[in-house]
C-alpha cells in the first residue's frame, strides 16, 4: 500500500482524537443539544475506528488499494459531513446526504477488505 495510506490514517487517527475531546469538552459551551454532541461523538468514534483499520489494511492488505480509498472517503464524507453539520447546520445542510454515502463507502471498505487480495498468514 502506499505510504500515503499510512500517513493519512494516522493523522485522521490523531484528529480523531483531537475532534472526540473538543465533542466532550470544548463543544458543550457552544452547543446545547445532547443529540448534536452524540452526533459528533459518533462521528469522532468511527473515525477512529477506521482510522486503525485504514493502517491495518495497510499492513495486512497493502495492494487493495480500493478497500483503502472506501475507508479514507467514507471517513471523510461520514465523519467531515456529521461535523460540519453539527458545527453550522444552516450552512452546511446541503451536505446530509453526503453522510450515508460515506457510510456505504465504509461498508464497500469492508467488504474489499474481506474479499479483497490479502498477505497470507503463515500456518503451521
Known amino acids: 500500500m502506499p505510504l500515503p495510506f499510512w500517513t493519512i490514517g ?3 487517527g490523531a484528529t480523531s482524537v483531537a ?3 473538543f465533542g466532550a469538552h470544548g463543544l458543550k459551551n457552544r452547543i446545547s443539544d445532547p443529540t448534536k454532541i452524540a452526533s459528533w461523538s459518533t462521528a469522532a468514534q ?3 475506528i477506521h482510522s486503525g483499520v485504514l493502517l491495518l489494511t495497510s499492513s495486512v492488505a497493502p495492494k487493495n488499494t480500493l478497500a483503502a480509498s472506501l475507508f479514507l472517503a ?3 464524507m461520514f465523519s467531515g459531513s456529521i461535523y460540519l453539520l453539527v458545527l453550522d447546520p444552516a450552512t452546511f445542510k446541503p451536505l446530509g446526504p453526503i453522510t450515508p454515502l460515506g457510510g456505504l463507502c465504509l461498508i464497500g471498505g469492508w467488504a474489499s477488505l474481506a474479499f479483497g487480495k490479502r ?5 503451521q
Do not use: D, S, W
Open 74 to 76: 467514507g471517513m471523510t
Open 19 to 21: 475532534f472526540g475531546a
Open 10 to 12: 494516522c493523522i485522521y
Open 46 to 48: 468511527y473515525q477512529l
Open 119 to 123: 498477505i497470507p498468514f503463515p500456518t
